[in-house]
């Protein structure tokens, strides 16, 4: 992967992401450009002909012009089997590809059909993993970098090797603990791997050249704000929520495609916007007019035009967009969905319990508590608040219909005064709900009627909501 990506974008993370991002491409010229190949290795269904194995259905494919693997034997014994994956991981380095492993299929495909499938493997396919690749190097010097939550994180940047196919000059190193746990110090050998499309680490070193384990700074290198730890945390953090690191950091995050998707905002355009002062927070970019970025740099009328067009466009997008795009330690796209879903608007988020948010199937406690703390912190009522005068939408639209009780879990207990206790669970599980027999931290509503039992009561020392079915009706209708 080199010499063929534009030289205003940043090289792909890994083959997987490179061929993603260029078959998403809206202009298909530029996917052409990227010079994709690929090997077909199966045939979904089909009709006029017969195939009985596999062998048969490469061949075929071959036949037909699809370009396929030349490495495909067909054995009979298993031995043989161990002997060619053991010669392919020796011949690894030699082929014009990476490849991370290899597999083993039963060829007969009615014997596939009899073995049938897990829910989650075929039985008749096993994929035997190569280990990575490890190189020796010279540890130069380490960088750190001020992340979107302020963490410090150091960057191990040595002389150049060569893995998986790629040139690598630098590893995470993540942490102190992690640096003094491998005892690494700046002029060390050290041994470097890069595991399929993560991204290369520091397994050890291999020969210590006698300095003092590198020590990460007490202040932060953008700000020179004093960095701080938490409790049980391993993580260096800058305190500073003006960081200039963070900011731009939180910015281009906030405009990002799967975020607020603001075309045009990119790290370049960000950085200009916060070095000129006319940013300070993403409620700052819906008050710009075209007039005060258009003087600057590289900007133009037409693009200003079309930047200020777009920001406006960002504040339909969904809730569960908006919820990503505040960057919370730890939500990721699908915690965000999770939450917009469950929780339907902003306000309903803002008032959540973190029992309410850690009973959504699919939250861990660390994650629950990550959401509750962030909409808790006043500093991000206040933008929220923000953001909601400038016209940012706060409601879940992406909900689609019968899922008003999507991620929920309830508990029916007692008599109901007029729904069967069948009849209401599958009210729930047709709204996109769960029920459980039994109540837990998980359990979201215990629905209660007429002489309740100990359901009821372990609710309630467990602090989970106790409804009635007018309750439950009410939830239904969203
Ligand atoms: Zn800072």
Known sequence: MSGWWPLSEQPF?????????????KDSKITATRGLDIFVFNIQQIQGA?????????????????PISPRYEIFDNIEEVKQRIQAIGESRGNLSYDIDGAVVKVDNLTQREVLGATSKFPRWAVAYKYPPEEKVTVLRSVEVKVGRTGALTPTAVFDPITLAGTTVTR????NQDYIDQKKIAIGDEIIVRKAGDIIPEVVEV?????NEPYRLPDTCPSCGAHAVREAGEAVLRCPNAECPAQLLRNLTHYASRDAMDIEGLGPAVVELLVVNGLVHSPADLYLKTVEEIQPLERMGKRSAENLIAAIGASKERDLSNFIFALGIRGIGQRGAQLLAQRFGH?????????????????????MAQSAYDFFAEK???????????????MKCTSQPTGSALTGMTFVLTGTLPTLGRSEASKMIEAAGGKTSSSVSKKTSYVVAGEEAGSKLTKAQSLGIPVIDEAGLLRLLEG
């Open 379 to 393: 500093g991000n009522r206040h933008l929220i608040g923000k953001l909601r005068e400038a016209g940012v939408n």
């Open 50 to 66: 017969e195939l009985s194995g596999h062998k048969e259905s490469l061949d075929f494919l071959k036949e037909l012009g699809f």
């Open 171 to 174: 590893a995470v190193l993540h």
């Open 206 to 210: 291999a020969r210590h050249l006698g």
């Open 13 to 25: 993370k890994n083959p997987r992401n490179a061929a993603a991002g260029s078959l998403r491409q």
């Open 346 to 366: 902003m306000d309903a988020l803002l008032a959540a319990t973190p029992q309410e948010i850690a009973s959504i199937d699919g939250f861990g406690e660390i």
